[in-house]
């Protein structure tokens, strides 16, 4: 039912790229709700993203991912979403995506990337030396940049823009 998706934003874009930031001010300038895939699987697991894939593995946690877009697909209205980095990746979590609603994708560099992320622990794919960290953002980033931009129906590169700036870009039609 179209009218049921109409006021759903999804975000979409690298770790760091602001997402849940973003999503917060956009959701309270629009009045809407907001949400977050990672924060929906912890408090549905009970584990942190980081214990979810020490113990079970990334793919298990990627199956997680898939069941909880699946439900929101059914589910959300007035929302904004914060999808999980590797979420988009699965071509199998396309259509719930878009079937939610508008996506934006955040595009981000891999020096902003770098500067936001340096002393994050709580993300497992980048972790390591500060030079395993920089290639796997590099990597990562290159392989994702085309997935991201072929499903979003808004790209707006961010690193020089302020939270402000990228509402209002996400708002503008
Ligand atoms: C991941 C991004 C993280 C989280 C997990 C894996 C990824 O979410 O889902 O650490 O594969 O890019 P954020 O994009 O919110 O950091």
Redesign the pocket.
């Known amino acids: 039912m179209r009218w049921m998706t109409d006021r759903n934003y999804v975000l979409i874009?690298?770790?760091?790229?602001g997402?849940?930031t973003i999503g917060r001010v956009l959701s309270r300038r629009l009045r809407l709700d907001f949400k977050?895939?990672?924060a929906l699987i912890e408090s549905k697991t009970g584990y942190t993203?980081s214990d979810i894939?020490a113990k079970y593995g990334e793919d298990h946690?990627r199956e997680l991912?898939t069941e909880i877009i699946a439900q929101l697909a059914e589910s959300l209205s007035n929302t904004v979403l914060?999808a999980?980095?590797?979420?988009p990746?699965n071509k199998n979590n396309h259509s719930y995506l878009k079937k939610i609603g508008k996506v934006v994708y955040l595009r981000v560099s891999s020096e902003t990337v770098r500067r936001r992320l340096q002393n994050d622990t709580?993300?497992?794919?980048l972790r390591g030396s500060a030079a395993e960290v920089n290639e796997r953002i590099e990597h990562?980033l290159k392989e994702r940049d085309p997935i991201y931009k072929a499903l979003a129906d808004k790209v707006i590169q961010v690193d020089a823009l302020s939270v402000a700036e990228i509402v209002s870009r996400i708002i503008a039609e």
Request: hydrophobic share 40%; no cysteine.
């Open positions: 874009g690298f770790m760091g790229a997402k849940t977050d895939t990672d993203i894939f946690f991912e914060s999980g980095g590797g979420l990746i709580t993300r497992p794919l990562l």
